[in-house]
Structure formats: C-alpha cells, structure tokens
Nanobody, 125 residues
Framework: QVQLVESGGGLVQAGGSLRLSCTAS????????MGWSRQAPGKEREFVAA????????YYADSVKGRFTVSRSNAKNMLYLQMNSLKSEDTAVYYC??????????????????WGKGTLVTVSS
C-alpha cells in the first residue's frame, strides 16, 4: 500500500554534504515511522536514522550522530536525510524504510512493512 523511492545519491568529496530524499506513495504515509539504513561494500546493513510519524522523535546511529539529520514532511509525503561532514566510511547504498512501529524501524526488523530499493552514496577521499 506504500511504495518508497530513494533519490539524491551520488558522488561527493569527503567533508562535503548531500541530501537524500525518499518519496512515498500510497495511503497513510503520516501514520508510519520511517528511517534510513545503509549497506557498505562487503558490510552488513546498518541502522542510520529513524523518525517517528509525528517527527517529534528522532534516533541516530552513533557513527552519524551530529553529522546527519533526518526529517520528514507528511504534507509532501517525503523523508529526508541531510548528510554533512561526509566521510569515506559513509559510502554505502542507503535505504529508506517505513513501518507502523518505530521499534521495527530502529531494529531493521525483517518484518518491516516497506523498503525502498536504495540509492548509492559514494564519498571520495
């Protein structure tokens, strides 16, 4: 009932910034907690950030805290990830996700209701 499509990935130099977007289609977008995860080459997927349906609560992985900011616009059916001070280790495919449960989004549970197909971010040094 909800489809997620990420965009905004690309090549950026270390220290630079990039803004990812996730466009949601379908009904009840505003009812879902949403988040971002990433998978670097040769690595397991890891949690990056999550935001509650209201936008009042946000959570970040320690590796990105202070550098990344997750936000959403329910009116626009959009999720964002502002990435600043990018590092080479941020290179990964970034995935957008959504679920009625914030806990599921944070845990990247395989029972996650919806996943996007990802967008590649490459940070060059």
């Amino acid at each position: 009932q909800v489809q997620l499509v990420e965009s905004g990935g690309g090549l950026v130099q270390a220290g630079g910034s990039l803004r990812l977007s996730c466009t949601a289609s379908g009904r009840s977008f505003s009812s879902y907690a949403m988040g971002w995860s990433r998978q670097a080459p040769g690595k397991e997927r890891e949690f990056v950030a999550a935001i509650s349906w209201s936008g009042d609560n946000t959570y970040y992985a320690d590796s990105v805290k202070g550098r990344f900011t997750v936000s959403r616009s329910n009116a626009k059916n959009m999720l964002y990830l502002q990435m600043n001070s990018l590092k080479s280790e941020d290179t990964a495919v970034y995935y957008c996700s959504a679920d009625l449960s914030m806990r599921t989004v944070q845990a990247m549970d395989h029972g996650m209701a919806y996943w996007g197909k990802g967008t590649l971010v490459t940070v060059s040094s």
